[in-house]
T-cell receptor
Framework: DVKVTQSSRYLVKRTGEKVFLECVQD?????MFWYRQDPGLGLRLIYF???????EKGDIPEGYSVSREKKERFSLILESASTNQTSMYLC???????????FGDGTRLSIL | AQSVAQPEDQVNVAEGNPLTVKCTYS??????LFWYVQYPNRGLQFLLK??????LVKGSYGFEAEFNKSQTSFHLKKPSALVSDSALYFC????????FGKGTMLLVSP
């Protein structure tokens, strides 16, 4: 069965810290995505990647960067965490552009 | 740019009754439409998709969705609701990347 694993379910960090969120998929999917989910706003796309070492900005990339050194791993980086980045972060992967995305269980990140 | 609207923040239905969760979309070109469900403290799970073909699409857990091009709608339906269907439902449209609606909370009472 398809599995997308996010390294932490809950994370608490301080303002100004550099934060790494890790995501691993075991399905040999080409496409990987990072979203943030906030109440009343739905899911918003931060960054995505259609291939190793490739990355594209989504709708809200400011304050974030990503890394994809291997096909199965897609990391989201908060360069200098701020309180407005407190949110639920969801990673997803898909086989192709019209194929369903498979989601991890999310990381609830709190920035104090 | 594409957009998705889910006009209801919450839908309440009694167990055994039919349910409908509404979704309308705006996209240039042919729409690729999806429904996902999210249970508490979990990621999203894929329910069904419309790419082309029959306007009535069947998906997981007895759900189906009706694509209506003239009304630009893709409503999610189920003939008989279960308490275990209570969850947050998201409609999404693909035009390059996926754009999600804000979600509709479905509450099924016993």
């Amino acid at each position: 069965d398809v599995k997308v694993t996010q390294s932490s379910r809950y994370l608490v960090k301080r303002t100004g810290e550099k934060v790494f969120l890790e995501c691993v998929q075991d399905m040999d999917h080409e496409n990987m995505f990072w979203y943030r989910q906030d109440p009343g706003l739905g899911l918003r796309l931060i960054y995505f990647s259609y291939d190793v070492k490739m990355k594209e900005k989504g709708d809200i990339p400011e304050g974030y960067s990503v890394s994809r050194e291997k096909k199965e791993r897609f990391s989201l980086i908060l360069e200098s965490a701020s309180t407005n980045q407190t949110s639920m972060y969801l990673c997803a992967s898909s086989l192709g552009p019209n194929q369903p995305q498979h989601f991890g269980d999310g990381t609830r990140l709190s920035i104090l | 740019a594409q957009s998705v609207a889910q006009p209801e923040d919450q839908v309440n239905v009694a167990e055994g009754n039919p349910l409908t969760v509404k979704c309308t979309y705006s996209v240039s070109g042919n729409p690729y439409l999806f429904w996902y469900v999210q249970y508490p403290n979990r990621g999203l799970q894929f329910l069904l998709k419309y790419i082309t073909g029959d306007n009535l699409v069947k998906g997981s857990y007895g759900f189906e969705a009706e694509f209506n091009k003239s009304q630009t709608s893709f409503h999610l339906k189920k003939p008989s609701a279960l308490v275990s269907d209570s969850a947050l439902y998201f409609c999404a449209v693909r035009d390059g990347t996926l754009t999600f609606g804000k979600g509709t909370m479905l509450l099924v009472s016993p």
